[in-house]
């Protein structure tokens, strides 16, 4: 009797080392779980119930149909009053069977001095509501849209790795609680008991985790910024506005470099050409007149020819 607990103890540490594993890494759990349940066929102490088999199928086919997947949204965009907008988005989202997750509103001052409210939320709608709530806070702002994102994450297999290892754990915790049943000695009651707590850790930190994932799949999260129009509009002072003249400015550069470029094509192509055809003969013909000149003057200041003895 002691030899075969000793053995059916053994079976199931491993069991638990190999869930343990699985807890580490998700991705390693569906070679975990084949493992345990190889261990569990060979050995008749530690086979599993056919009713956590048959749950498992169930689950297995449940996963293959429905998926989950998490979606999520952004929004910023800019509006008369922040204030106003946030209270009507609150009851937006509860009027769809959702809650306001956080709502911040802090100032935010001018150039002017002015102080204006800006305000960010984060609200969770259901998800199959989605489109239409990210409608009904855009018609919050006759403002075209500032920034807005959307993303989305099929966390199927993440929820399936869990499902697959939560029933694992519970057959090995209806195991271990007849072994610790049958168990006559206090050592092996103890060592027992310190597995099956271990066990039901891990049973109820994986029930959190799927319980987190279904919620997060079912109510898609929102998250909004509303900006005051005063802090998006333009500078203006006493009716300057500066914008407007930088921008006339710019034009003004523009349209100076544009009669610079202009004037500069001309004279390459059509003066250039226009005043080479005047003044360069006019040049020849005076310097043809200057050089006859000066062999003129040359000619007069030659010494007469010396007489011969």
């Not at 003969?281 to 003057?297: Q, T, Y």
């Given at each position: 009797m002691?030899?075969?607990?000793?053995?059916?103890?053994?079976?199931?540490?491993?069991?638990?080392?190999?869930?343990?594993?699985?807890?580490?890494?998700?991705?390693?759990?569906?070679?975990?779980?084949?493992?345990?349940?190889?261990?569990?066929?060979?050995?008749?102490?530690?086979?599993?119930?056919?009713?956590?088999?048959?749950?498992?199928a169930?689950?297995?086919?449940?996963?293959?149909?429905?998926?989950?997947?998490?979606?999520?949204?952004?929004?910023?965009?800019a509006?008369?009053d922040?204030?106003?907008?946030?209270?009507?988005?609150?009851r937006?989202a509860?009027?769809?069977?959702?809650?306001?997750?956080?709502?911040?509103?802090?100032?935010?001052?001018?150039?002017?001095?002015?102080?204006?409210?800006?305000?960010s939320?984060?609200?969770?709608?259901?998800?199959?509501?989605?489109?239409?709530a990210?409608?009904?806070?855009?018609?919050?702002?006759?403002?075209?849209?500032?920034?807005?994102?959307m993303?989305?994450?099929?966390v199927t297999?993440?929820?399936?790795?869990?499902?697959?290892?939560?029933?694992?754990?519970?057959?090995a915790?209806?195991?271990?609680?007849?072994?610790?049943?049958d168990?006559?000695?206090?050592?092996?009651?103890?060592?027992v008991?310190s597995?099956?707590?271990?066990?039901?850790?891990?049973?109820?930190?994986?029930?959190?985790?799927?319980?987190?994932?279904?919620?997060?799949?079912?109510?898609?999260?929102?998250?909004?910024?509303?900006?005051?129009?005063?802090?998006?509009?333009?500078?203006?002072?006493?009716?300057?506005?500066?914008?407007?003249?930088?921008?006339?400015?710019?034009?003004?550069?523009?349209?100076?470099?544009?009669?610079?470029?202009?004037?500069?094509?001309?004279?390459?192509?059509l003066?250039?050409?226009?005043?080479l055809?005047?003044?360069?003969?006019?040049?020849?013909?005076?310097w043809?007149?200057?050089?006859?000149?000066?062999?003129?003057?040359?000619?007069?200041?030659?010494?007469?020819?010396?007489?011969?003895?």
């Amino acid at each position: 009797m002691i030899k075969k607990f000793s053995i059916t103890l053994v079976i199931l540490a491993l069991l638990l080392a190999g869930c343990s594993g699985a807890a580490q890494n998700l991705r390693s759990s569906e070679q975990t779980d084949f493992a345990v349940n190889e261990m569990l066929v060979e050995a008749p102490a530690a086979a599993a119930p056919e009713g956590a088999k048959g749950a498992y199928a169930l689950d297995q086919t449940a996963a293959s149909t429905e998926r989950l997947v998490i979606k999520n949204a952004t929004l910023s965009m800019a509006v008369d009053d922040p204030l106003v907008s946030r209270d009507n988005i609150a009851r937006l989202a509860e009027s769809m069977g959702g809650f306001v997750v956080s709502a911040d509103m802090y100032q935010q001052t001018l150039s002017n001095g002015v102080q204006v409210p800006q305000v960010s939320m984060t609200i969770r709608v259901p998800a199959e509501r989605l489109d239409e709530a990210l409608t009904a806070i855009k018609a919050e702002t006759d403002q075209p849209i500032i920034n807005e994102n959307m993303n989305s994450q099929d966390v199927t297999a993440e929820y399936t790795d869990l499902n697959s290892r939560l029933i694992n754990l519970q057959a090995a915790e209806k195991q271990l609680q007849g072994i610790m049943d049958d168990a006559n000695r206090t050592e092996d009651v103890l060592a027992v008991y310190s597995q099956l707590v271990s066990v039901r850790e891990q049973i109820e930190l994986i029930k959190g985790q799927m319980q987190y994932t279904e919620q997060s799949a079912a109510l898609s999260s929102i998250s909004v910024q509303l900006i005051a129009n005063a802090a998006v509009q333009p500078i203006t002072i006493a009716g300057w506005q500066p914008g407007g003249v930088a921008k006339q400015a710019l034009q003004s550069l523009i349209n100076a470099l544009q009669s610079l470029a202009n004037f500069g094509i001309r004279l390459v192509i059509l003066y250039v050409p226009v005043l080479l055809i005047i003044f360069v003969p006019i040049a020849l013909i005076i310097w043809g007149i200057v050089r006859l000149v000066r062999r003129g003057r040359k000619s007069k200041k030659a010494p007469p020819p010396e007489p011969e003895l």
